[in-house]
């Protein structure tokens, strides 16, 4: 017990979480109603590619801050910078894996038992419950924290998994560290995750890889010579079909460029995320 099941989403900041959803909705993305949380907001991009057995789900939040008067910490400190802020790992068991992390020197509060009322356009009710801790800012290259799903279904549901750009899974969250080995040394310890390659270096749970890349070779896979700042930066989507995902953005006036293996929305144009879509058939 005590394990890191897999990267279970990625948490971006969007200044409004209403607003956001449009705009993703326009890259052909289905993005579930506005969920209201104490001094927060959210919407989903659910995928079906998931595992509700274990708990596991596949998804990315855009969350915005409402009120920071309410809001839980360190929510306030954390959606500061627009874009990717946390990964948020999936575990059976948040308190054992909280166990061990303290005892390895992390710094993790109490873990939380959560639930909310998440009501739907159709006059459904729906009530997602999970057991949360979120551990200390500042402990490692990038954010993260993690969370023990006890009503995966709600995540899965076909309405909110169908896509008309076809994407079927998140597959990777983008990052930038200085020295990317440095950075795998922490996932290593902490995830107790297979780190494969050097720069970028693949950090491996599951399905769903942290790759971390230098500014260097971060600017040769997605352009530019350099990046404002290092941190989480995006995430990589697989579709079912690359050439219909292509037309439903372009057709809805998004710029895109072209990449090795697919197509990219660079985070000027994604409200400060970099979104890849690559060929990933079931």
Request: proline share 8%.
């Amino acid at each position: 017990m005590g394990a890191l099941i897999d990267i279970d989403h990625l948490m971006v900041n969007v200044p409004d979480s209403e607003a956001a959803g449009d705009i993703f909705s326009a890259m052909g993305f289905t993005v579930t109603p506005r969920s209201i949380l104490p001094g927060l907001s959210n919407r989903l991009i659910c995928f079906g590619r998931a595992d509700p057995a274990r708990g596991l789900c596949n998804y990315v939040e855009l969350m915005s801050l409402d009120d920071a008067g309410t809001a839980p910490p360190p929510m306030p400190a954390l959606l500061i910078r627009p874009g990717p802020v946390s990964t948020v790992l999936a575990t059976e068991d948040a308190r054992a894996v909280r166990e061990r992390l303290v005892a390895a020197g992390l710094r993790v509060p109490p873990v939380l038992d959560l639930q909310r009322d998440w009501h739907l356009p159709s006059g459904e009710t729906i009530t997602p419950a999970f057991a949360v801790a979120i551990p200390d800012l500042d402990q490692g290259p990038f954010y993260w924290n993690f969370c023990q799903h006890k009503t995966p279904q709600h995540y899965v549901r076909p309405e909110f998994t169908d896509h008309d750009n076809g994407a079927l899974a998140l597959t990777s969250v983008i990052a930038v560290a200085d020295d990317p080995g440095a950075a795998a040394d922490h996932y290593r310890r902490y995830w107790q995750a297979e780190c494969i390659g050097a720069d970028p270096v693949r950090i491996r749970l599951g399905q769903v890889d942290l790759v971390v890349h230098s500014p260097a070779s971060y600017g040769d896979r997605f352009g530019g010579d350099e990046v404002d700042h290092v941190g989480l930066r995006g995430f990589t989507v697989a579709s079912a079909s690359l050439s219909e995902a292509r037309e439903r953005v372009v057709a809805n006036g998004i710029a895109i460029a072209e990449v090795a293996g697919g197509f990219m929305i660079s985070p000027d144009n994604a409200l400060g995320t970099l979104i890849v879509f690559e060929a990933g058939g079931d």
